[in-house]
C-alpha cells in the first residue's frame, strides 16, 4: 500500500498552504524525519517531515501550488520493496492541485464561453447542464479526496442539489452530517430537524444571526469580483451629463412609438455607450496577458438585479440596433432573467457592461469591472441641478455617470475620449440616432 | 474557616447527586483535567443503581427463571418437587447486586480522582466566578461550576399518601418482606409495568390501572397493544382509560374507586408509579434565578438554568426519566463547559428507551404516529418474532419489531420492539441513527444466523417489500 502523504496543518488556524517547494523527487528514498518539501502559510515557512520510511513514488502537487487545502493528498510514497511504477499508474491522475480558489477560477474561466458575466450567475440556484460556467459537479469530489460523509448526509445532498465538497462537517473527524447539509440548504429545512433547532436556540440570545448557503450565484458573483478587483487595475473617470434635451426626444419618439414599445433612458444609455465604443475602438478592449483583445461590436451586458444575485444579459452588437430594437431586446432580457429563464448563451460573453441603479435614487457610484471585459459605466440618477449655464446659475435634469476601466487595456486618455463620446451622444440625442 | 480556604474545598466542578448523572459527569470531568467533587446525600449510583435499574433487573430475572420453571416441561425436563421462592432471599440478592455496583461506583470516582462529601448540599453564595456549595456540616466547598443531578423521587397523587405497608411506591416495592395475594399498580409506564410483570410472575394477582388508553403510552401502540394481549393473556386485569376517584388503606388492605361504572378494586397492596418528580427543595434554589417548573428545574439544551454556573441534568430537569439520558447530558454538560470541540446536545428521538416486563419493550426514535404528525411520508416495515428461527428454537416466539423510515430520505426515523431480548437488541438501531445510516445500509449489513437479530434486519426489508421470511 502506498502511503499518502497530506497537506499538513502547520498551525491551528492553516486552512490552506503553498507548496512552495518539493525537498526530494520521484524515486527519492525517504526516511522517517528527512525534510521533503516546505510548505507556506500565511504566517510562516515551514518544513515537512517524512513520519514514515519509503521511496517517493508520486508527487501531486506541484512546486508553487497555492491554496492547497489541509489533508490534500500532496505526494504518494512507496513502502519499502513497493513497486514505485505500479503506485503511480494504479493511482489516478492527479489532476492539478486540488482547488480552493484557483480550482473555481479555472473550472469558469476554462470553460469555453470564457467571458461569463461577471456578476452574472446562472439562472436559477440549481445549475442546469448547460451552463456551462458554473463550478463544480455536484456529485463526482475530485477522486484524490474522499469526502467523509453520512449516508442520509449524502442523500439529503444529493436531493437537494447540495455540494458535499464545499460543506464542512460537524461531526467526529469532520464527518458531514445531515444537520451540515441542512444548515447548508437554504431553502425549508425538514420538519423537526434538530440541527435547524439547535440553530435557532443556539443564536437565539445576543448577536442573533442566520447563517444562508451561499449558492452557485453568490458563489460566481464573488469569485469573478474579487478576481476583477485583485487583478484589474481600477480607475475610474466620472462626467455629468445634462439630459433635458434626451429626455425631450424620448418623449417624442415614445409619441411616435407603436403600441406596447415605451423607450427608457436605460435604452438611450445603452444606444448612446454602443456608439461610443465604436467611435473610440480603444475603449472597447479586453486584457489576455500576451494581447489584448479588440472588439468589433458593441457587446453590451446590461446588470439585471434578480432574486439572491444578479445577471448580465447580452446585447450582441448593440450599436446596430434602433433604440425602438434596443428597448424590445432590453426588455425582454431583463424580464426573462427575472424569471431566470435566460439560457446560458444569452448572458456569457460582451465587450462592455452597463450598471443602472438611478431607479434607486443613486446620484453615483463605482462598478466593479466584469472580467476580463475592459470597462463598465456605472450610471446615476437623472435628477434636477442647479447648474451655471453661460454664467448663469440654472436649473438641467442631470445624470452622473463613472467609468471603470481596467487600466491594463484601456488608459485613462483614452477612457476620458469615451466619455466625451458618451456625453456628447447623450447632450446631443440626435447624433446617436445616425 | 471560610478565610481560610483550602486548595482541596475548591473545584472546578462541583455536583450535586452522585447517580448516573452526577458520577458519569465528574469523572469526565476529571478525564478533561478538571477538579470535580460528587456531593452525595445517600448512596452513590443514586436511585438508579440503589432503587431502580439495576435492582429491579435483579428481581426481574428471579420472575424469569421462576417462569421458565414453567416452560421447562415442553424442553423436555421434568422438575420433581415442590417449586418454592423464598423471597427473602430474593430480595436479599436484588440489594447485594445494588450494593455491589454502588461500591463499584465508588471505586470508580475514587481512580479518577473525583472527592466525594457524603452530605446534602445547598447552593450558596456567588463571588465573582466562585460559587460557595454548603454541606450540612458547615463546610463550605468552591466552585466555578455546579452540577445539579439530585435526581427525582416517586411522584403520589392529591389525597393519596403511600404509608409504605399498603401504598407504596417503587422504594418499598422492591424489597417486599411478604408477596401480597392481590396488588393493584397505579400507572403502566416502564416502572409500573415492570412490576406488574414481576409481582405476576411471582404469583400475584395483579391489576394494571391505566388513565390512558392503553398500557406503556409512551410506546408506539402496535407495540402497547402487544404487551397488552401477553399481560391478560398471562392473566393479569388491566383497566385502561380510566382515572382513580380514591385509593384507601385500611392498614390491611386497599380500596381503589375509579370514576364512571367500574367497580372499585380492592387488594392486599397498591403501589403508585405515576410517574416521578424532581428534587429541587432544599437545594437553596430560591436565592438564584435558576427556574422550577412543574417539580423539575429548566435547562437549555446544553444543561444551563437561568443562573450562571449552574446547571442540571438528569431526572431533576424531567422526562424522559432514564438514567441513560442523565449519564449523556452529565458528559455534555461537562465537556461544553471544558470548551470541548464537536459537543452535540442531544438530538429529537436519539434517547432509546428499555422496559424490562416480560415481553420486553425497547424503542428509539419517533413513532408511526409522531413521525406522520411530523409531516414525514413514511414507510413502515413489520417483522413478528414467530418468523425468527432463534426465537423459535428459544421457546420465546411472540413479539414484533417495527421499523419507520422517511420514504424520501431512507432515514430510520423511529424502531420499535416486543419481544425476546429486545432491549439488548434495540442499541443497533441506536447506532443506524448516530451514524445516519439509511434504509441501504440496514438492507447492506449482514446479520448473523441465527440470532434474534435477523428479525431487525428483515423489519427493515419489509419497509421495502423485500421481506424474506414473511
Known amino acids: 500500500m502506498a502511503i499518502e502523504i497530506k497537506m499538513p496543518a502547520l498551525s491551528p488556524t492553516m486552512e490552506v498552504g503553498t507548496l512552495s517547494k518539493w525537498m526530494v523527487a520521484v524515486g527519492d528514498d525517504v526516511r522517517s524525519g528527512d525534510v521533503i518539501a516546505e510548505i507556506e502559510t500565511d504566517k510562516a515557512t515551514m518544513e515537512v ?40 499508474s494504479a493511482t489516478p491522475e492527479p489532476a492539478a492541485p486540488k482547488p480552493v480558489a484557483s480550482k473555481q477560477e479555472a473550472s469558469v474561466q476554462d470553460a469555453p464561453v470564457q467571458d461569463a458575466p461577471v456578476q452574472d450567475a446562472p439562472l436559477a440556484e440549481t445549475p442546469t447542464p448547460k451552463t456551462v460556467s458554473s463550478p463544480a459537479p455536484i456529485t463526482s469530489p475530485p477522486s484524490d479526496t474522499r469526502i ?92 455629468d451629463c445634462n439630459i433635458d434635451t434626451l429626455l425631450e426626444s424620448r418623449k417624442a419618439l415614445n409619441a411616435l412609438a407603436g403600441e406596447g414599445i415605451k423607450i427608457s433612458v436605460n435604452d438611450m444609455v445603452i444606444r448612446a455607450a454602443a456608439m461610443a465604443l465604436i467611435k473610440v475602438p480603444a475603449a472597447n478592449a479586453s486584457w489576455e496577458g500576451d494581447n489584448t483583445r479588440l472588439f468589433h461590436h458593441a457587446d453590451i451586458c446590461m446588470a439585471v438585479a434578480v432574486d439572491g444575485g444578479l445577471v448580465t444579459p447580452v446585447i450582441w452588437a448593440a450599436e446596430s440596433k434602433g433604440l425602438f430594437e434596443l428597448s ?104 446617436m440616432l445616425l | 474557616m471560610t478565610e481560610t480556604k483550602s486548595a482541596n474545598k475548591t473545584f472546578d466542578i462541583i455536583v450535586i447527586g452522585g447517580g448516573p448523572g452526577g458520577y458519569v459527569a465528574a469523572i469526565r ?85 473525583v472527592t466525594v462529601f457524603e452530605s446534602e448540599a445547598k447552593i450558596g453564595a456567588r463571588k465573582g466566578a466562585i460559587r460557595d456549595v454548603l454541606l450540612a456540616d458547615g463546610t463550605v466547598l468552591n466552585g466555578k461550576h455546579v452540577i445539579i443531578a439530585t435526581g427525582a423521587r416517586a411522584r403520589s397523587l392529591p389525597d393519596i399518601t403511600p404509608d409504605g405497608k ?84 385500611d392498614g390491611k388492605g386497599v380500596t381503589a374507586t375509579l370514576y364512571g361504572a367500574q367497580e372499585p378494586i380492592k387488594a392486599d397492596r397498591a403501589i403508585l408509579a405515576i410517574g416521578i418528580i424532581g428534587n429541587t427543595e432544599k437545594l437553596g434554589l430560591d436565592s438564584t434565578k435558576v427556574k422550577v417548573d412543574r417539580g423539575h428545574i429548566s435547562t437549555n439544551e446544553w444543561a444551563e438554568t437561568g443562573e450562571d454556573g449552574i446547571y442540571a441534568i438528569g431526572d431533576v430537569t424531567g422526562p424522559p426519566w432514564l438514567a441513560h439520558k442523565a449519564s449523556h447530558e452529565g458528559i455534555i454538560c461537562v465537556e461544553k463547559i471544558a470548551g470541548q470541540k464537536d459537543v452535540h446536545a442531544i438530538g429529537a428521538g436519539a434517547v432509546p428507551g428499555c422496559t424490562y416486563c416480560r415481553p420486553q419493550v425497547a424503542s428509539v426514535g419517533m413513532t408511526e404516529a409522531a413521525a406522520k404528525e411530523a409531516g414525514h411520508k413514511i414507510k413502515v416495515g413489520r417483522f413478528p418474532f414467530v418468523g425468527n428461527g432463534k426465537a423459535i428454537a428459544m421457546g420465546d416466539d411472540q413479539g414484533l419489531i417495527k421499523t419507520i423510515f422517511d420514504d424520501k430520505t431512507g432515514e430510520l426515523l423511529g424502531a420499535h420492539m416486543v419481544g425476546p431480548e429486545v432491549t439488548e437488541l434495540i442499541q443497533g438501531y441506536a447506532i443506524a441513527r448516530t451514524l445516519e445510516a439509511t434504509e441501504a445500509e440496514l438492507m447492506q449489513t449482514i446479520f448473523p444466523h441465527p440470532t434474534l437479530s435477523e428479525a431487525m434486519h428483515e423489519s427493515v426489508l419489509d419497509a421495502y417489500g423485500r421481506a424474506i421470511h414473511m
Open chain 1, 328 to 431: 424590445t431586446i432590453s426588455r425582454d432580457l431583463a424580464l426573462r432573467a427575472r424569471d431566470g429563464k435566460l439560457a446560458a448563451e444569452e448572458f456569457t460573453g460582451g465587450s462592455f457592461t452597463i450598471s443602472n441603479l438611478g431607479m434607486f435614487g443613486v446620484r453615483e457610484f463605482a462598478a466593479v469591472i466584469n472580467p476580463p471585459q475592459g470597462a463598465i459605466l456605472a450610471v446615476g440618477a437623472g435628477e434636477q441641478r442647479p447648474v451655471v449655464i453661460d454664467g448663469e446659475l440654472g436649473v438641467a435634469t442631470v445624470m452622473s455617470v463613472t467609468l471603470s476601466c481596467d487600466h491594463r487595456a484601456v488608459d485613462g486618455a483614452i477612457g476620458a475620449e469615451w466619455l466625451q463620446a458618451f456625453k456628447g451622444f447623450i447632450e446631443n440625442p440626435v447624433t
Open chain 2, 166 to 249: 399498603t401504598i407504596l411506591t417503587y422504594k418499598e416495592a422492591m424489597v417486599p418482606e411478604t408477596m401480597p395475594k392481590s396488588l393493584i399498580i397505579i400507572g403502566s409506564g416502564a416502572i409500573g409495568s415492570e412490576f406488574a410483570s414481576f409481582y405476576h410472575d411471582m404469583g400475584v394477582a395483579v391489576t394494571l390501572v391505566e388513565a390512558v388508553d392503553r398500557i406503556l403510552p409512551v410506546e408506539d401502540p402496535e407495540i402497547s397493544a402487544i404487551v397488552q394481549k401477553a399481560f391478560v393473556k398471562r392473566g393479569m386485569k388491566i383497566v385502561t382509560g380510566v382515572k382513580m376517584a380514591s385509593l384507601k388503606s
Open chain 1, 148 to 239: 467523509f460523509a453520512s449516508p442520509l448526509a449524502r442523500r439529503i445532498a444529493a436531493d437537494k442539489g447540495i455540494d458535499l465538497g464545499g460543506l464542512t462537517g460537524s461531526g467526529p473527524h469532520g464527518r458531514i452530517l445531515r444537520r451540515d447539509v441542512e444548515g447548508a440548504s437554504a431553502s425549508a429545512p425538514m420538519a423537526g430537524s434538530t440541527a435547524s433547532q439547535l440553530a435557532v436556540t443556539a443564536t437565539a440570545e445576543k448577536g442573533a444571526s442566520t447563517l444562508v448557503a451561499n449558492n452557485q450565484m453568490r458563489k460566481i458573483i464573488a469569485s469573478r469580483l474579487q478576481e476583477s478587483k485583485q487583478t484589474a487595475p481600477h480607475f475610474y473617470l466620472t462626467v
Open chain 1, 49 to 88: 517531515e517524512a513520519v514514515e520510511d519509503g521511496k517517493m513514488a508520486q508527487i501531486s502537487v506541484a512546486d508553487g501550488t497555492e491554496n492547497v487545502p489541509v489533508g490534500t493528498v500532496i505526494a504518494l510514497l512507496a513502502e519499502d520493496g513497493e513497486d514505485v511504477v505500479t503506485i503511480s
Open chain 2, 29 to 113: 470531568a476529571s478525564q478533561l483535567g478538571m477538579k470535580a467533587a460528587v456531593v452525595e446525600r445517600e448512596h452513590l449510583g443514586g436511585v438508579c443503581l440503589n432503587w431502580g435499574c439495576i435492582p429491579t433487573k435483579a428481581l426481574l430475572r428471579a420472575a424469569e427463571l421462576r417462569h421458565s420453571i414453567d416452560e421447562m416441561k415442553e424442553f423436555g425436563i421434568t422438575i420433581s418437587g415442590e417449586v418454592k421462592i423464598d423471597l427473602p432471599a430474593v430480595v436479599k440478592r436484588s440489594r447485594k447486586v445494588a450494593g455491589r455496583l454502588s461500591m463499584g461506583v465508588s471505586h470508580l470516582l475514587k481512580k479518577n480522582k
